[in-house]
């Protein structure tokens, strides 16, 4: 139990560095854009991929387990935009780019740890942690939103792409599925939830990526353990995020 308070504790406190003193904006800017690309851009093939692809599995799920007459053929374009925007894109999502950008982040902060890049920061009086983390955060926060709203897009459309090609239900009826009962707030819901997702998946990997200690063996393990505690953290925070604001 003490363990965990520690890193509880510890972790407090590197955020506190990082936002008690950032240095200039403009020393940011080129870091801000270059972690944009990183994280957000180099992420929007296996985003694109997946939604699309889950997309298409959901509708045929969906139009082979309607058995009833009573369940009308809109069900599955309803049924397809609610796991997409509600789930599938806010969550998932975010846990295969805990995957994928968590463990980048942890790696090349835990690389400059071990090589002693950091330190060189802090004896030329540079706050390190606000110089290396708070860019990839705001970046994280900024780009996220949009590859959410491409992956609700990308795999409602993938829907109705299996719908038009397999015959399972009409576009028509697809098309009035996605409008049925359609609640905008939905879509605030899902940004709420990916805003913190993303700042959870940038600040945890930067943790342990920045308390990295001894060789590269060590970079690999804490590069592990962002993505563990990152996808537990999203889990937990998802459940505690869908009581406060949905129900």
């Known amino acids: 139990m003490g363990e965990i308070y520690y890193h509880i504790g510890r972790y407090s406190m590197l955020i506190f560095r990082v936002f008690s003193k950032p240095e200039k904006f403009s020393i940011y800017r080129k870091n801000f854009v270059q972690e944009i690309d990183k994280i957000g851009l180099s992420s929007i093939g296996i985003v694109s991929l997946m939604s699309t692809f889950i997309g298409v599995v959901i509708a045929l799920q969906t139009a082979s387990n309607i058995d009833s007459p009573l369940l009308p053929a809109y069900t599955v374009g309803f049924t397809v935009r609610q796991s997409i925007i509600l789930e599938f894109s806010p969550t998932i999502i975010a846990l295969i780019l805990a995957g994928k ?66 015959g399972i239900v009409t576009v028509n009826d697809y098309i009035y599925g996605i409008q049925y009962d359609f609640k905008p707030f939905s879509i605030v819901y899902a940004m709420i939830k990916t805003v913190v997702f993303a700042f959870v998946i940038t600040t945890i990997s930067s943790y342990f990526g920045y308390f990295s200690k001894g060789s590269a063996l060590e970079v690999g393990r804490s590069s592990t353990a962002a993505v563990v505690y990152s996808s537990v953290f999203i889990l937990l925070l998802n459940l505690i995020l869908t009581q406060l604001i949905l129900i």
Do not use: C, H
Request: hydrophobic share 60%; aromatic share 10%.
């Open 101 to 166: 950008v968590g463990s980048n982040i942890a790696s090349e902060i835990g690389t400059m740890r071990v090589t002693e890049q950091i330190d060189a920061l802090d004896i030329m009086g540079v706050n390190s942690a606000a110089y290396l983390i708070l860019p990839k955060i705001l970046a994280a926060i900024f780009i996220f939103p949009f590859l959410i709203i491409i992956s609700m897009f990308l795999g409602i459309f993938g829907g109705m792409l299996i719908s038009w090609i397999t």
